[in-house]
C-alpha cells in the first residue's frame, strides 16, 4: 500500500532443444524419434523474507510409430523415458540456507492412439498415455524421500467437416464416464478445447 519493493527477480533462464526426426520405412510405416532437452533458472529476493532459488534440467528420449493400415485409419504409438532434475535453494533473512533437491526418472512412458474417418464427415480420435515415474526428494543427508508410482492420461476427440467448414472438439473423458450432470452431479466441462475453422478459396 506505500508503494515499497515487496521482492525482486534473481535471475531467471530457460533453455530448451527438441527435435524430431520422420523416417519412411513403407509399407504404411513411419517411424519418428524424437529428442527434448531443457533447463532452467530462475530467483527471488524479498526484503526481510529472504531468497530463493531454483535450477533444473529434463531430458526426454523417444520412439513414436505412425501406421496407416488404410487412408482412412491412423494408428500411433509413442515409448520413451523421462528424467527430471531440480535443486530448490532457500536462504532466510538471518537463517540459514536450505537445499532441497528433487528428481523423477519416469522409465518408460508410452502412449497409444488411433484417428479414423467414421463416415465422409465425421472423424473420431482416441487416446491414452501412461507414465511411470520413479520419484526421489532430498530435503538434507539425512532425510531422503524415494516411492514410485505411475499415472495414466486419457483422452478423446472427435470432428465433423462440411465443405470448407471443420469443427473440430477435445472431449473431457471424465464427462464420458460419469455422464451429464443432471445424471451423476459432474460439474466439468464437456470438452477441454474447440477449434472452428473456415477455410477459404477452396
Known amino acids: 500500500a506505500a508503494g515499497d519493493v515487496v521482492s525482486e527477480p ?12 520422420w523416417m519412411d520405412f513403407d509399407n504404411g510405416y513411419i517411424g519418428v524419434p524424437h529428442f527434448g532437452f531443457m533447463m532452467h533458472s530462475d530467483g527471488v529476493t524479498a ?10 534440467m529434463t531430458v526426454d528420449l523417444g520412439w513414436g510409430n505412425n501406421m496407416h ?8 504409438a509413442d515409448f520413451g523415458f523421462v528424467y527430471f532434475s531440480e535443486k530448490h535453494t532457500m536462504t532466510p533473512a538471518g537463517g540459514t540456507e536450505v537445499e532441497t533437491n528433487e528428481s523423477d526418472f519416469i522409465l518408460p512412458y508410452f502412449g497409444l492412439g ?8 465425421w472423424d473420431v480420435r482416441v487416446g491414452a498415455r501412461k507414465y511411470w515415474h520413479m520419484y526421489s526428494m532430498e530435503l538434507n ?8 508410482y ?31 450432470n443432471f ?5 466439468q466441462a464437456l470438452a477441454n ?7 477459404f478459396g477452396e
Open 141 to 148: 543427508a539425512d532425510d531422503t524421500d524415494k516411492y514410485g
Open 114 to 121: 488411433l484417428e479414423g474417418n467414421v463416415t465422409g464427415w
Open 193 to 199: 478445447r474447440v477449434s472452428l475453422v473456415y477455410t
Open 150 to 180: 505411475a499415472n495414466t492420461m486419457t483422452y478423446l476427440g472427435s470432428g465433423v467437416h462440411f465443405g470448407n467448414l471443420a469443427l473440430d472438439v477435445e472431449i473431457n473423458p471424465d464427462f464420458v464416464q460419469r455422464g451429464p
Open 10 to 21: 534473481d535471475g531467471a533462464m530457460d533453455l530448451g532443444l527438441h527435435g524430431r526426426y
Open 69 to 76: 493400415p488404410n487412408d482412412d485409419i491412423l494408428c500411433v
Open 183 to 187: 445424471v451423476s452431479g459432474y460439474n
Open 47 to 56: 526484503e526481510n523474507v529472504g531468497d530463493e532459488k531454483y535450477s533444473g
